[in-house]
C-alpha cells in the first residue's frame, strides 16, 4: 500500500501498522496542496484521487463557460458567484427570458419557461379536448395560463365542478361525480369474481379498495385476499400467477438445465430479505451496505438441504440433479420444506461478502456453529483495534 500511495506521490500519516487488516481499513493521506483525507487500498488500487484536486482540474474557466452556453444562446447576466459546474448563475435565454441557473443544468436541458410554453395547449386546442369527452367549460377558459389553472366544467349529464387541465388527463375524462355515483353492488362485485373462476367468501362490499376474500379452486388450501380495483385489473390468485411465471412459462427458460441445489438458493431470497432487514441491511461488522452475504448462524445451506432430503426421505446425489429431472410436486416439497427450515433454525446475520469468505476459509463449509461466529467476532474486533 505504501508503495501506491508513494507512486501517486501521496504521504501517508497513519502509521503502518494500522492499515494491514483488511483492504477497506480508510488510513489518513495527505497531497502536497490540499488538507488530509481518509482513503483506502481499494480506492487507492482504482487511482481515487484527492477530490480537492480533481475538482480544480475539472472547474472551467469562466471564459469557457461563456462561450460553450453561447452555443447553446444563454447569455449569462451574472457570473461574480460562479465556483464550479454547480454555482448559481443569472442567464438569459434567446426568448429573453431571465432564470437563475447552473452551468451544469444549462447544458442538460433547455430554459424552464420556454419549455413550459412549448407544452402549453391553446385555448382552441383545450376547448376541443373538453368538448371530444363531452364536457363544456362554463368559466375560467379566458384566465388559462397553464395545466394547473382552474375551469369550472359540466359533462353531459348535468353534473358541475371545478378542475385543471392537469386533473382533467388524470382521470382519463372521466366525470367525478359520476364515478362517486356509481357504487358496485354486492351481486355485481361477487359475479366478477365468478367470471375468474374464484369463489367469493365476502358477504359485504365497501369500495373498490377493500380487500374482499376468496379461494382459488386450484390452490384452495388458504384464503387470500384482493380489491376489486386489482381484480378489475387482471390481478387474480398469487398462486396462479407465479406458475404462469416459473418454470418452463417463464421467459428466460432454459429447457430446466439448472441444478435442485442452484434452485434452492434461489428460493430463499424471502428468508435472506428478512435477515437484511433485521440488521438494517448493513454488514454487522463493518456498517457497510455493499456486497453482503447472508450468514447461517447455527447451520448452513447444505446441512438444511441435507436434513430436507433426509426427512423426504431422498438421496442426497438428487441435489445435483436437473430440476428437469424431478417431478414438479416432489420439487414443491423440497422447496416449501427447504424454507421452512431456514426460519426454523432463525434468520442469518449481513456480512461483508470477503469476511463471510474468510469465515468459512478458517471454520469450514459444514457443521457450523454459533460459537464459531462469536469467536470470529472477536478476531475481528482484535484485528481493527
Known amino acids: 500500500m505504501k508503495n501506491e500511495i508513494d507512486y501517486m506521490k501521496y504521504k501517508l500519516l497513519t502509521s503502518e501498522?494500522?492499515?494491514?487488516?483488511?483492504q477497506g481499513h480508510k488510513?489518513?493521506?495527505?497531497c502536497s496542496k490540499h488538507e488530509p483525507f481518509l482513503s483506502s487500498y481499494t480506492n487507492i488500487k482504482k487511482n481515487r484521487k484527492c477530490k480537492q484536486c480533481v475538482h480544480e482540474q475539472q472547474r472551467m474557466s469562466k471564459s469557457e463557460v461563456t462561450e460553450r452556453l453561447k452555443s447553446r444562446e444563454i447569455t449569462i447576466i451574472d457570473f461574480n458567484n460562479y465556483v464550479n459546474g454547480n454555482s448559481k448563475i443569472m442567464v438569459k435565454c434567446s426568448s429573453d427570458h431571465y432564470y437563475e441557473t447552473t452551468y451544469n443544468k444549462s447544458m442538460n436541458g433547455n430554459c424552464l419557461l420556454?419549455?413550459?410554453a412549448k407544452k402549453r395547449k391553446s385555448r382552441k386546442e383545450?376547448?376541443?379536448i373538453f368538448v371530444s369527452k363531452e364536457f363544456k367549460i362554463i368559466n375560467g377558459l379566458d384566465e388559462y395560463k397553464?395545466?394547473?389553472?382552474r375551469f369550472t366544467i359540466e359533462c353531459n349529464k348535468g353534473h358541475r365542478y371545478e378542475t385543471s387541465y392537469?386533473?382533467?388527463v388524470g382521470s382519463k375524462g372521466n366525470c367525478s361525480i359520476c364515478v362517486k355515483v356509481r357504487p358496485h353492488n354486492l351481486e355485481y362485485v361477487k359475479e366478477r369474481f365468478k367470471e375468474r373462476n374464484l369463489i367469493p367468501l365476502f358477504e359485504s362490499y365497501k369500495n373498490c379498495k377493500a380487500p374482499l376474500a376468496f379461494v382459488c379452486p386450484l390452490h384452495n388450501d388458504i384464503a387470500q385476499d384482493i380489491t376489486l380495483l386489482s381484480l378489475l385489473n387482471g390481478i387474480g390468485c398469487k398462486k396462479c400467477g407465479r406458475e404462469r411465471i416459473s418454470g418452463s412459462n417463464h421467459y428466460c427458460w432454459n429447457g430446466g438445465i439448472s441444478k435442485i441445489n442452484e434452485h434452492l438458493r434461489g428460493k430463499?431470497?424471502?428468508w435472506k430479505e428478512d435477515s437484511l432487514n433485521k440488521y438494517g441491511r448493513q454488514c454487522v461488522l463493518t456498517g457497510e451496505k455493499d456486497n453482503l452475504d447472508i450468514h447461517h448462524l447455527t447451520t448452513t445451506f447444505s446441512d438444511i438441504t441435507k436434513e430436507v432430503l433426509k426427512e423426504l426421505d431422498i438421496s442426497e446425489?438428487?441435489?445435483?440433479l436437473s430440476i428437469s429431472d424431478i417431478d414438479d410436486v416432489l420439487l414443491e416439497k423440497i422447496r416449501k420444506l427447504c424454507v421452512e427450515k431456514h426460519y426454523k433454525y432463525g434468520l442469518g446475520v449481513p456480512l461483508r461478502r470477503d469476511l463471510h469468505i474468510d469465515f468459512h476459509v478458517q471454520y469450514g463449509y459444514g457443521n457450523n456453529t454459533y460459537e464459531q461466529f462469536l469467536e470470529f467476532t472477536q478476531d475481528y474486533k482484535k484485528s481493527i483495534l
Open 114 to 116: 420556454c419549455s413550459h
Open 146 to 149: 397553464d395545466k394547473d389553472s
Open 27 to 30: 488510513v489518513m493521506i495527505t
Open 317 to 320: 446425489s438428487t441435489l445435483g
Open 17 to 22: 501498522n494500522e492499515y494491514l487488516h483488511h
Open 126 to 128: 383545450l376547448e376541443h
Open 268 to 270: 430463499i431470497s424471502g
Open 166 to 168: 392537469c386533473s382533467f
